[in-house]
């Protein structure tokens, strides 16, 4: 009974690295009840609803939609900031995040050092590569920003809409999309991210 009784207990069991399975059994279940519900995963439709909310419906007929059938999304995708904040702020494990030798050696190949430990508080996120204070840190950012908010909404949706939401209902259309992230990513990976650093 002591994880149950040991607020400290409890806090190092979530803050444990988990198994990967957890987080597929928690998506398959969210996919399963959105299914059931009549809804379509996916965050980025959550843009277009913003600019609904902001008036552009009165510019351009693409953003005329019932706000309420969208409520349920501005709930998911606040949630996903509380939590994330929540997890980053108070649940944030100490131990580096567990990749392969063969991705950290490629990672400092091109000038992204995989810190050993996280004495600077903000996680095991490469800060060379995120680093505001260069106009390069700011232009990366800004760029990488419009590429995937632009090219979300031209495929008409994001990587969890078509992979995880349109592949599971056979759509062909997300298929064609998630081959394409994947060779973007590809792309990015070995032959434009070198360039970069």
Known sequence: ?????NPQTILDFIRQPWHW???GIAISAILFLLTWMGRSFGVSTTFKSACTVLGAGKVSSFFKMDLKEEFWRFAFVIGALLGG???????SSPDPVAISEATQTHLSEV????PASDNTGRGFVPTSFLNFSSIKG??????????VGFGARYGDGCTSGHAISGLSHLQLPSLITVIGFFMGGLLMTHLILPLLF
């Open 1 to 5: 009974m002591e994880l149950v009784t």
């Open 21 to 23: 399975a957890v987080s």
């Open 85 to 91: 904040m929540i997890a980053a702020s108070f649940l």
């Open 111 to 114: 000038g992204l050092v995989y």
């Open 138 to 147: 700011i232009l990366l950012a800004i760029g990488g920003g419009f590429l």
